[in-house]
C-alpha cells in the first residue's frame, strides 16, 4: 500500500494543505517552534481528507476506516526518532491487571488489548489495519505508516520491571505498562523514509484569524454538532441494582433466557431506561412505529421502541439484533449469558443511537460509562 502522504498527492493534496495549514496556527497556542496539532483536529483532518469513516467516537482500537483498513492515528511530539505513545487504557480492569507482576501481567496485558483490536476488527468489517503517525519536530511533520498488528503473546520476552510498571517485547515492537493510569505504550520508531512537510509557523495568527473574520463575516456555517436528545442518545446494556452494575439475567441481552414460554436465543432488546425517555420523550418515533437503524457496518435493520413505557429497542426480526451484538460483536455462544465483566473486557458498555434529519438511525458502541456521562 502506498503512503497516505502519496495517496494525498495523487488525490488533491488537501491532507499535506490542512495540516499545514492548523501546523502554521500553533502561535495560538504556544511560542514553541514545534508545530502543535490538538490529536481530535489531526482525526478530522485524516477522516475529511480521505473520506474514511471517523471511529474515534465509539473510543474503539481504530480511530479511522480507510476502505476497510482499520487505522490508528497518532500525532506526538519527538525530539529524537523514537516515541513511547500511548495506545490503550485499561482503568474498568485495574482490578485484575494491577494484582500482577511479571509474564502474568504481560500476558494479561496482551491478551486484553488483542481483545479490543479484535472487537473493532468485528465490529467495523476491517479486513487490515494500520498506525499513520504525524510526528512533530522543529518546523517540519514527519509522516509515516507502521504495523498496527496483534501483540504476539506466544512469543512475549524481555520483561523487565520500571519505575511506573513493567515493560516487554513480542519480537517485533516494545510495550510498556504504566500502573498509574493502567495505560499501554508502545515505542514508534521514525524511518529515514518518513514523508517530511516543512512547516512556517506564522508570528502573528491573530491578525489572519481578524482578516479571515471580516472577509466572511456573513458567512453561514453549518451546525453539525452533536445535541443531546436531539440527535444522539446513549443508552447503557446493563442496568443498576444497589448502585453496581450487571446485565439483567431474563431480560435485556438475556431476554432469551427469560422465565415462561420457550424463547430463541436470538430474543433481545437493549434497554431504555425510564429516566432518559422522560428527559428526552421525543427522542425515538412513537411506540412500535418502526424505523431505520444502521450498525456500523452499514447494514440497516428495521427496529422499532416497544414494550410498557417504551423501555425496549428491538429490530424485526429480532435476531438481527442479537447475530450483530451477541455474536459478532460480544462473541457469545448461543445460551451464553452476557455479562458486565465481558463488555468490561472489552472496554464498553453503551451505545449511541444518532438520528439524523431524515429520522433514521445509526448505532454503535460506546465507551465504559458513557451512560452515567451522557446523563449529568
Not at 252 to 257: A, D, E, H, R, V
Not at 278 to 296: G, H, S, T, V
Not at 329 to 351: C, M, N, P, R, T
Request: aromatic share 12%; charged share 25%; net charge neutral.
Amino acid at each position: 500500500m502506498k503512503s497516505f502522504a502519496e495517496i494525498n498527492i495523487e488525490k488533491n493534496g488537501n491532507y499535506l494543505k490542512l495540516l499545514s495549514v492548523v501546523s502554521k496556527l500553533s502561535g495560538l497556542f504556544s511560542d514553541n517552534a514545534i508545530p502543535y496539532i490538538n490529536y481530535r483536529v489531526a482525526e478530522n483532518i485524516f477522516c475529511r481528507s480521505f473520506d474514511a469513516g471517523n471511529l474515534s467516537r465509539s473510543d474503539t482500537a481504530f480511530d479511522a476506516n480507510y476502505n476497510s483498513i482499520g487505522v490508528g492515528l497518532k500525532t506526538f511530539v519527538s525530539p529524537t526518532n523514537n516515541k513511547n505513545e500511548k495506545i490503550a487504557e485499561f482503568p474498568s480492569l485495574s482490578k485484575i491487571i494491577n494484582n500482577l507482576e511479571n509474564k502474568e501481567l504481560a500476558l494479561k496485558v496482551a491478551e486484553f488489548r488483542n481483545d479490543r483490536i479484535l472487537l473493532a476488527t468485528r465490529l467495523y468489517d476491517i479486513q487490515n489495519s494500520i498506525y499513520h503517525i504525524v510526528a512533530r519536530k522543529e518546523k517540519e511533520l514527519l509522516l509515516f505508516e507502521t504495523d498496527y498488528d496483534l501483540i504476539n503473546i506466544e512469543n512475549i520476552n524481555n520483561i523487565q520491571k520500571t519505575k511506573a510498571g513493567w515493560s516487554f517485547e513480542d519480537g517485533k515492537n516494545f510495550y510498556s505498562y504504566s500502573y498509574s493510569k493502567s495505560t499501554l505504550f508502545r515505542k514508534f520508531i521514525i524511518p529515514q523514509n518518513a514523508f517530511r512537510l516543512p512547516i512556517d509557523i506564522l508570528e502573528d495568527p491573530y491578525s489572519l484569524l481578524l482578516e479571515l473574520f471580516e472577509e466572511n463575516r456573513d458567512l453561514k456555517i453549518a451546525n453539525d454538532k452533536l445535541v443531546k436528545g436531539e440527535n444522539y442518545i446513549i443508552l447503557p446494556l446493563y442496568g443498576i441494582q444497589k448502585g453496581e452494575k450487571f446485565i439483567f439475567e431474563r431480560s435485556g441481552l438475556n431476554q432469551w433466557n427469560a422465565n415462561g414460554r420457550k424463547r430463541d436465543f436470538g430474543e433481545i432488546y437493549i434497554p431504555i431506561p425510564i429516566e432518559l425517555n422522560k428527559k428526552y420523550p421525543n427522542f425515538f418515533p412513537k411506540r412500535d412505529q418502526n424505523f431505520n437503524l444502521q450498525i456500523p457496518t452499514g447494514e440497516i435493520f428495521s427496529a422499532k421502541v416497544c414494550q410498557e413505557n417504551s423501555k425496549a429497542l428491538m429490530t424485526n426480526p429480532n435476531k438481527a439484533l442479537s447475530d450483530w451484538l451477541l455474536r459478532k460483536v460480544l462473541q457469545l455462544k448461543e445460551g451464553e449469558l452476557a455479562s458486565i465483566d465481558k463488555l468490561d473486557k472489552l472496554g464498553f458498555d453503551s451505545v449511541i443511537i444518532l438520528k439524523d434529519k431524515t429520522g433514521d438511525f445509526k448505532i454503535d458502541i460506546m465507551k465504559t460509562n458513557s451512560y452515567f456521562d451522557f446523563m449529568i
